[in-house]
């Protein structure tokens, strides 16, 4: 070889030096929730972030549910794998209690502070993002006056016509409606909202809809079911309307989902990049406006289709409340017990 080449060579390999050295992007490995959810909050805020930032990756895992979310953190904790947890606040607070969770960074997670005070929990170790309602769906062919009260699910012609999967945070949300329906405090005494339940209960075809409550209502199968807004929301308009929904005008709770940071995540800093962007206000108003799940950051303000699709009517709104969740989460456990006990072994 000639040193003329050879330089040639060796000038090629210099101008190339760069391509071959720059860094790989760092992957933040996020837990979540599935189906519609993880569909839209990986086109809705993920692909911004990674547009924003081509430096990180994000890989989003599927879990079942928030239970399943939090076996696997505990499994990993010596060693995590996972960076950022999505779960439901309750489970959340449970992943604190075992110090499962890193603190925030002020500095970091800018939009911590448009967060309002009640969604900042556990010492800045998670945060609410967004809350999904509780709401009666219905199969709009079958049903033609929509339930408009949580009574109604006790009417006797709806006998053997409701799915209810209420073994799990919707059961735990919706007795606290049925109790103040009775004019009850859920703190006080949670019996009132057990007496409704039983009242419902010969009204259930099923307890466990397969695959999910969603699909049932769709299919006809049952003419109601006890589910999620947000959700239910996004199919009626991608399943052409077959799924109504109906925001009962005693208002409803919103459950809240919450973000946090993985103790002893190695991609720290990235993952805080991250939260602050999922927390911020363009992602949320961008999430609530297309998917229907309410907002957290105090910064958004939702146009009034997308806070009627959310929320319900003008009285739904004015009635919608929130539960003390920490004082919850230490009965979480014990009311499904009572529930699985007392009502869907009995019906």
């Not at 699909?215 to 999620?228: F, K, N, P, R, T």
């Not at 996004?234 to 109504?244: A, E, F, R, S």
């Not at 003008?314 to 004082?327: C, I, R």
């Amino acid at each position: 070889m000639s040193a003329t080449t050879g330089l040639h060579r060796s000038i090629l390999a210099l101008t190339l030096l760069p391509l071959f050295a720059q860094a790989a992007p760092t992957t933040v490995n996020v837990v979540g929730f599935s189906g519609v959810f993880a569909d839209n909050y990986q086109k809705l805020v993920i692909a911004p972030f990674e547009a924003q930032h081509p430096d990180i990756k994000i890989n989003y895992q599927q879990s079942k549910n928030s239970a399943e979310s939090l076996a696997l953190l505990t499994l990993q904790r010596n060693d995590p794998h996972v960076d950022v947890a999505l779960l439901d606040i309750s489970v959340a607070i449970r992943a604190n209690t075992q110090d499962l969770f890193a603190p925030l960074d002020n500095d970091a997670v800018k939009n911590l502070s448009a967060q309002p005070d009640w969604a900042v929990i556990s010492g800045q170790r998670s945060v609410a993002f967004s809350q999904d309602n509780l709401a009666i769906l219905y199969n709009t062919d079958r049903v033609k006056q929509p339930p408009t009260s949580w009574n109604d699910l006790t009417d006797t012609k709806y006998k053997g016509r409701i799915a209810a999967p209420l073994a799990d945070t919707r059961g735990v949300t919706l007795l606290p409606i049925l109790t103040r329906l009775k004019g009850g405090d859920y703190k006080q005494d949670i019996e009132p909202g057990f007496t409704v339940l039983k009242a419902i209960a010969p009204n259930v075809a099923t307890w466990d809809p397969a695959p999910d409550c969603y699909a049932v209502v769709q299919s006809g199968e049952v003419d109601l079911a006890i589910c999620w807004n947000g959700r239910a929301q996004y199919l009626h308009d991608k399943q052409g309307g077959k799924i109504g929904i109906a925001l009962p005008r005693e208002g409803s709770i919103g459950q809240i989902n919450t973000i946090s940071l993985v103790k002893g995540s190695k991609q720290a800093s990235a993952a805080q990049q991250f939260i602050d962007y999922a927390l911020s206000a363009e992602a949320q108003r961008t999430f609530a406006e297309q998917s229907f799940y309410g907002p957290v950051n105090t910064q958004v303000t939702l146009s009034a289709p997308a806070a009627a699709r959310i929320y319900g009517s003008k009285e739904a709104q004015q009635a919608q409340w929130a539960l003390d969740w920490p004082w919850v989460a230490e009965r979480y456990a014990p009311w499904i017990q009572k529930i699985r006990r007392d009502v869907i072994a009995l019906h």
